[in-house]
C-alpha cells in the first residue's frame, strides 16, 4: 500500500500548569525547551509541549505519572487524555496530508521535532511528525468521539491514492477529481 493507517493504543496523559514543566524533570523526563515541539523519551513514551505550561505524554511513562500526580499539586493540574492515537506512514503519506490538512508537511524540519495543532478533514488534531528507518510516519491524536471517522477517512483516502481507483462506498470528506472518465 502506498500508505497505510494504524491505531495506536497506548496509555496518554497530560500536565498543566507553572510548575508542570518543573515536575516532569523532577520525574525524570526531558522536557522540549520550545512550544510545539516534543521528544522521544528513553523508555519508547514521548512528550509533547503544547504550550508554555502543557505538556503531552504517551507511551509507558504516562501511568506512572498519573500516580505521581494523583489529584493534582499546587501548581501542576492533571489533563485527561483520552485521545484516539493514529499512525500514518508510507510514500503516499504526504499526498494522503495534502488531501485532508493545509500544513504544507512536506516543508517541516523533521529534526527540530515539530509539533503541529490543526485541522484534519474538520476534525482537531494533533501532529507528530517523525523520521523512521523506512521514511516519515505522522503520528495523529483527535477527540475519541472522531477517531473512527478520522480512521475511516484516511484509510479511504489512502486506498484511492493506491489503486487510482475511487473507493467502493462515498467518503466523508471531499475527493480531488483525477480527471477519469
Same mark, same amino acid.
Given at each position: 500500500?502506498?500508505?497505510?493507517?494504524?491505531?495506536?493504543?497506548?496509555?496518554?496523559? #497530560?500536565?498543566? #500548569?507553572?510548575?508542570?514543566? %518543573?515536575?516532569?524533570? /523532577?520525574?525524570?523526563? %526531558?522536557? +522540549? =525547551? %520550545?512550544?510545539?515541539?516534543?521528544? @522521544?523519551?528513553?523508555?519508547? =513514551? *514521548?512528550?509533547?509541549?503544547?504550550?508554555?505550561?502543557?505538556?503531552?505524554?504517551?507511551? @509507558?511513562?504516562?501511568?506512572?505519572?498519573?500516580?505521581?500526580?494523583?489529584?493534582? *499539586?499546587?501548581?501542576?493540574?492533571?489533563?485527561?487524555?483520552?485521545?484516539?492515537?493514529?499512525?500514518?506512514?508510507? $510514500? #503516499?503519506? *504526504?499526498?494522503?496530508? !495534502?488531501?485532508?490538512?493545509?500544513?504544507?508537511?512536506?516543508?517541516?524540519?523533521?529534526? !527540530?521535532?515539530? *509539533?503541529? $495543532?490543526? =485541522? $484534519?478533514?474538520?476534525?482537531?488534531?494533533?501532529?507528530?511528525?517523525?523520521?523512521?528507518?523506512?521514511?516519515? /510516519?505522522?503520528?495523529?491524536?483527535?477527540?475519541?468521539?472522531?477517531?473512527?471517522?478520522? !480512521?475511516?477517512?484516511?484509510?479511504?483516502? /489512502?486506498?484511492?491514492?493506491?489503486?487510482?481507483?475511487?473507493?467502493?462506498?462515498?467518503?466523508? !470528506? +471531499?475527493?480531488? =477529481?483525477?480527471?477519469?472518465?
Amino acid at each position: 500500500m502506498v500508505a497505510t493507517v494504524t491505531r495506536v493504543d497506548a496509555p496518554r496523559t #497530560g500536565v498543566k #500548569g507553572p510548575n508542570a514543566a %518543573a515536575w516532569l524533570t /523532577a520525574q525524570g523526563l %526531558a522536557v +522540549p =525547551s %520550545a512550544h510545539n515541539t516534543w521528544l @522521544p523519551l528513553a523508555d519508547g =513514551s *514521548l512528550i509533547g509541549r503544547l504550550a508554555h505550561t502543557e505538556f503531552f505524554v504517551e507511551g @509507558p511513562a504516562a501511568p506512572r505519572l498519573d500516580a505521581a500526580l494523583g489529584d493534582g *499539586l499546587a501548581g501542576v493540574y492533571p489533563v485527561l487524555r483520552r485521545d484516539v492515537g493514529l499512525v500514518l506512514a508510507g $510514500m #503516499g503519506a *504526504l499526498d494522503v496530508l !495534502a488531501q485532508t490538512c493545509n500544513v504544507n508537511f512536506a516543508a517541516l524540519d523533521l529534526d !527540530a521535532r515539530p *509539533l503541529v $495543532m490543526t =485541522s $484534519m478533514i474538520g476534525v482537531s488534531v494533533l501532529v507528530i511528525p517523525e523520521r523512521r528507518a523506512d521514511g516519515a /510516519a505522522y503520528r495523529i491524536w483527535c477527540d475519541p468521539t472522531y477517531g473512527p471517522y478520522l !480512521a475511516r477517512t484516511l484509510h479511504t483516502i /489512502a486506498a484511492e491514492e493506491d489503486d487510482g481507483r475511487p473507493p467502493p462506498r462515498p467518503v466523508a !470528506a +471531499p475527493t480531488t =477529481s483525477r480527471g477519469d472518465p
